[in-house]
């Protein structure tokens, strides 16, 4: 299969930069909010220093808050330390046009401690790389897509921060969900983001409007979970670079007003073995034929919601989007094509898939899908079973589990977990706890718009 249009090797580069169609490159890592960092290079020198060097980046930026404030608590870097350097090494499997950055390639990075050289284990894309590596040690390819949602608004960034994120005028006035007229409104957008995403390697299948006013769903070609990830963050990137460039705001707020629907993650997912899709089989599963492979696949993955929901869920307004007939799950359950339940079981012979619903716009895609694996292959590796298909409304069931409620209740119950520790490795679930809970400490010292509307006058 020829490579997607947009994707370049290092020969490729070359010529370019030699007829000056690209004279920068952009070398980028996610850090733990699912951001991209790094630097811009001059397209030569990357040529002629980075690809076998790599370069630095300092350690702090895996301690960081939202601001960028160094946060203390962290064994992996801390002031006692210094906040040395790390090494970012090209992953030039990733190297491709940024076509919506002028004259730009883009290449995506693993993160390397600079003493032993090996992978700095609480990065997000080597935490994905070893769920991979266990995925594989079993025979398994674990193929993935994620359906990301956002908001669109008419007003910029710089406006929206005027605003202090209040008021915001949306791109739609009525709920849009799969309307082309008011599609058409948006795709002035819509359709930039889709081509630059196409012509930067990242083959992309539909857009649509969805269920609030100018909310949108963009979803791009299911591939193996380590490239699926990579093409996510890329694609937040440039959806956000592309709202800048044209005086608007976009967001991947789980749920930026409470009036509104929220906006998902939702993650397909399946295991390859070889060319065979490993879910492929006989076994009953209520409705659902298919193999004791993909049984103890869902059983693992429904068990082990309430440890890794962090990763699925990881800021506070994450859980103000489970809300009945939300569209969003709020019990665990599963069942054929039934979006009340977080796992939505879809396809078949090859496309075969779990669907969870659960994750929002706003998770790490590396954490979250090492999440959803790493429980998977623990359900083939202990032979659990699936519970019984749920055949109705789940929101309307009095006897199943709630998801976590916040993020306190999943950062107690990732911190505490044992299978979190034989999974992720405690240097992991202790390095993300400390995240999780300065997210969750942060909030608990600010005080909100709504504590002033509800009190300042009537308490």
């Excluded at 849009?176 to 795709?187: F, K, N, P, S, V």
């Excluded at 090859?350 to 899908?369: H, K, M, Q, T, V």
Aim: net charge negative.
């Amino acid at each position: 299969m020829a490579p997607p249009r947009g994707m370049l090797t290092h020969e490729d580069l070359g010529q370019r930069v030699a007829d000056g169609s690209i004279d920068t490159v952009v070398v980028a890592f996610t850090d733990h909010y699912g951001r991209q960092m790094g630097k811009r290079f001059d397209a030569e020198f990357f040529l002629e220093e980075a690809v076998e060097e790599g370069t630095h980046g300092c350690d702090y930026l895996l301690t960081v808050d939202m601001e960028m404030e160094p946060v203390p608590g962290y064994a992996y870097a801390n002031w006692e330390l210094g906040y040395g350097d790390f090494h970012l090494v090209p992953d030039m499997s990733t190297l491709r046009v940024a076509s919506w950055l002028d004259r730009s390639a883009l290449v995506l990075c693993d993160v390397a401690d600079q003493r032993n050289h090996g992978p700095v284990a609480v990065a997000p894309r080597s935490i994905l790389a070893r769920q991979v590596e266990r995925a594989a040690d079993l025979g398994f390819t674990a193929m993935a897509g994620s359906e990301l949602e956002y908001f669109l608004y008419e007003d910029s960034y710089a406006q929206a921060n005027a605003k202090g994120y209040a008021g915001l005028q949306p791109q739609g006035w009525y709920i849009e969900d799969y309307h082309l007229l008011q599609g058409t409104r948006e795709e002035h957008i819509n359709g930039a983001l889709r081509r630059h995403l196409r012509d930067s390697g990242i083959p992309v299948e539909t857009s649509k409007g969805e269920w609030g006013r100018g909310q949108h769903e963009l979803n791009v070609r299911y591939t193996d979970v380590m490239t699926m990830a990579d093409r996510h963050v890329i694609y937040k990137q440039c959806a956000k670079d592309l709202a800048e460039q044209s005086g608007l705001a976009i967001t991947f707020m789980a749920k930026p007003d409470e009036s509104e629907a929220g906006s998902s993650c939702h993650v397909h997912i399946s295991l390859w073995d070889s060319d065979t899709n490993a879910f492929v089989g006989d076994e009953e599963y209520g409705t659902v034929s298919a193999s004791k492979t993909f049984g103890a696949f869902l059983a693992g993955m429904m068990s082990h919601v309430p440890e890794v929901m962090a990763l699925y869920a990881p800021t506070i307004n994450s859980y103000k989007r489970y809300q009945s007939g939300s569209w969003a799950p709020t019990q665990l359950a599963w069942s054929r094509d039934n979006r009340t339940a977080g796992f939505r079981v879809v396809g078949s012979g090859p496309s075969l898939r779990i669907e969870c619903r659960i994750p929002g716009a706003d998770c790490n895609p590396y954490l979250a899908f090492a999440g959803l694996l790493a429980s998977g292959l623990d359900g083939i590796g202990q032979q659990m079973e699936a519970p019984d298909a749920f055949e109705g409304d789940v929101y309307t069931a009095s006897d199943l589990e709630h998801v976590p409620r916040t993020l306190r209740d999943a950062t107690d119950k990732f911190e505490s977990s044992s299978f979190v520790t034989e999974a992720l490795g405690a240097d992991v679930q202790m390095h993300y706890s400390h995240f999780f809970r300065v997210e969750q400490e942060a909030f608990d010292r600010a005080v909100t718009d709504w504590e002033r509307r509800r009190y300042f006058e009537r308490i």
